[in-house]
């Protein structure tokens, strides 16, 4: 069964650095997004992307981050410089196209713990 | 902002009982969505509810969507500790196929054997 992919599982690094987090996202899927969890807290919604540009953006998702999807099969999350509050897991999750005003499941990654010291 | 409150925080059940659990929307549901996650993994989809009425079941699993459509919950019958976990439910914001979702607190349920 096709499923998202992420890597790299467990990131740490220091505070200040720069951090890209990597997904795969099921192959026939359009729709792209990011979400993080710190620990013990909801699941919060950062990015979506579409068609190669960001269809709708958090608060969260300030200057400091960026996606893009560098090829056919991969979609990255860049965190340019790392803070501790960015200590969470991050989400990739993606789903398919439609045709109209329907929607669809979104299907999510299994993670990547991101500890920022 | 659209909020999500499921009840409750937490169940601790014997092996084979019933339960349920509710998701409660501040504003009208365009769709319901439910997921499993175990503690520091991922989410696992088990279903979405689009349409008031709408039942959906997943093993046994099954969801229902009230025809008010700020509702939802979720029934195990005959629970089994593969069950354990903690249990999302989230609300599409809109009907685009991009629409973010916007998820509740979780409710972690516990098997015992």
């Known amino acids: 069964e096709p499923e998202v992919t992420q890597t790299p599982s467990h990131q740490v690094t220091q505070m200040g650095q720069e951090v890209i987090l990597r997904c795969v996202p099921i192959?026939?899927?359009?729709?792209f997004y990011w979400y993080r969890q710190i620990l013990g807290q909801k699941v919060e919604f950062l990015v979506s992307?579409?068609?190669?540009?960001?269809?709708?953006k958090s608060e969260i998702f300030d200057d400091q981050f960026s996606v893009e999807r560098p090829d056919g099969s991969n979609f990255t999350l860049k965190i340019r410089s790392t803070k501790l509050e960015d200590s969470a897991m991050y989400f990739c999750?993606?789903?398919?196209?439609?045709?109209?005003?329907?929607?669809?499941?979104?299907?999510f990654g299994p993670g990547t713990r991101l500890t920022v010291l | 902002s659209q909020e999500l409150e499921q009840s409750p925080q937490s169940l601790i059940v014997q092996e084979g009982k019933n339960l349920t659990i509710n998701c409660t929307s501040s504003?009208?549901?365009?769709?319901l969505y439910w997921y499993k996650q175990k503690y520091g993994e991922g989410l696992i989809f088990l279903m979405m509810?689009?349409?008031?009425?709408e039942e959906k079941s997943h093993e046994k699993i099954t969801a229902k969507l009230d025809e008010k459509k700020q509702q939802s919950s979720l029934h195990i019958t005959a629970s089994q500790p593969s069950h354990a976990g903690i249990y999302l439910c989230?609300?599409?914001?809109?009907?685009?196929?991009?629409?973010?979702?916007?998820f509740g607190s979780g409710t972690r349920l516990s098997i015992r054997p």
């Open positions: 999750a993606s789903s398919r196209s439609s045709g109209g005003l329907t929607y669809n499941e979104q299907f």
């Open positions: 192959s026939n899927h359009l729709y």
């Open positions: 992307f579409y068609n190669n540009e960001i269809s709708e």
């Open positions: 504003k009208t549901l365009y769709g």
């Open positions: 509810l689009q349409k008031g009425g």
């Open positions: 989230g609300a599409a914001t809109g009907y685009s196929s991009a629409s973010k979702i916007i």
